[in-house]
């Protein structure tokens, strides 16, 4: 079973640093690594997927890398604004699996 | 707009009513899913379809009935609701070919049974 585990549930941080957020899961053998946004009473956005022959994917200020053999992966934004506040979730999928196994989130205020 | 849409975005209840959620997608994908999200805010896939075929079915009490009568559209009939089923419901799709199956959510349905 695929158990994914973020760390810290909850992060401040004012305006203008940058915002590292951690995924970690127990089963290597994954197809894929995905990083949501969900906003309070909202749907979630699709924000980078990362295959799990690659390393990194970059997206303007996001940036996730992905270390496959010790089960982690980054999700880094650079230069944090308030409209970065949300909760940030991470999701693996298991090679020959449909299901997404989601961690807990980590929810980001970014302080003006 | 392409997207994932479902309806009703909220849907307040008795217990012991049957009630039903619709998804949709305009993506052109092949496989939907339904996802739960709890108080506690952890998302657990309950069901999969792919080209309108069971292919994911979780520990989910057998009152939760999926039903795909294309492969644009995932339904959810929910039998005899109990209180613990209050929750937020959330539809997504992917594609097996494409973008190595990154799945879109839709905006979810909020479900309280009183």
């Known amino acids: 079973k695929q158990e994914v585990t973020q760390i810290p549930a909850a992060l401040s941080v004012p305006e203008g640093e940058n915002l590292v957020l951690n995924c970690s899961f127990t089963?290597?053998?994954?197809?894929?690594l995905q990083w949501f946004r969900q906003d309070p009473g909202k749907g979630l956005t699709s924000l980078l997927l990362?295959?799990?022959?690659?390393r990194e994917q970059t997206s303007g200020r996001l940036n996730a890398s992905l270390d496959k053999s010790s089960g982690r992966s980054t999700l880094y934004i650079a230069a944090s604004q308030p409209g970065d506040s949300a909760t940030y979730l991470c999701?693996?999928?298991?090679?020959?699996?449909?299901?997404?196994?989601f961690g807990a989130g980590t929810t980001v205020t970014v302080r003006a | 707009d392409t997207a994932v849409s479902q309806t009703p975005k909220y849907l307040v209840t008795q217990m012991g009513n049957d009630k039903s959620i619709k998804c949709e997608q305009n993506?052109?994908?092949?496989?939907m899913y339904w996802y739960k999200q709890d108080s506690k805010k952890f998302l657990k896939i309950m069901f999969s379809?792919?080209?309108?075929?069971?292919?994911i079915n979780e520990t989910v009490p057998n009152r939760f009935s999926p039903k795909s009568p294309d492969k644009a559209h995932l339904n959810l009939h929910i039998n005899s609701l109990e209180l613990g089923d209050s929750a937020v419901y959330f539809c997504a799709s992917s594609h097996r070919d494409r973008a190595w199956h990154e799945q879109f959510f839709g905006p979810g349905t909020r479900l309280t049974v009183l």
């Open positions: 993506l052109g994908h092949d496989t």
């Open positions: 990362i295959q799990s022959s690659q």
């Open positions: 379809y792919n080209n309108k075929e069971l292919i």
């Open positions: 999701a693996v999928r298991r090679s020959n699996d449909y299901k997404l196994s």
């Open positions: 089963d290597s053998a994954i197809y894929n």
